[in-house]
């Protein structure tokens, strides 16, 4: 069975959420659940998140604190 959220476009409240579970350290699994999507849904929002950042001329190391600690531990 597919997750309901699949293929729907992010609202910023729904992002803002994910990076509030990416900082209290939920596991990516819960994090799909909570979301109702799957689990390479949510490691592509956050590779989007961290080139939107980018390209924002965000601080490389503020990029990395926020996203790659959940990048790394799948």
Same mark, same amino acid.
Do not use: A, K, V, Y
């Given at each position: 069975m597919e997750p309901d959220n699949r293929g729907k476009k992010w609202s910023k409240v729904?992002?803002?959420e994910?990076?509030?579970? =990416?900082?209290n350290n939920i596991s990516i699994d819960e994090i799909a659940n909570l979301h109702k999507r799957t689990i390479s849904g949510?490691?592509?929002r956050i590779?989007? =998140?961290a080139y939107n950042m980018y390209l924002s001329n965000?601080?490389?190391d503020e990029i990395k604190e926020i996203t790659d600690k959940r990048l790394c531990s799948i």
């Open positions: 729904e992002e803002t994910l990076l509030q579970h =990416i900082e949510i490691r592509c590779n989007d =998140i965000g601080n490389i």
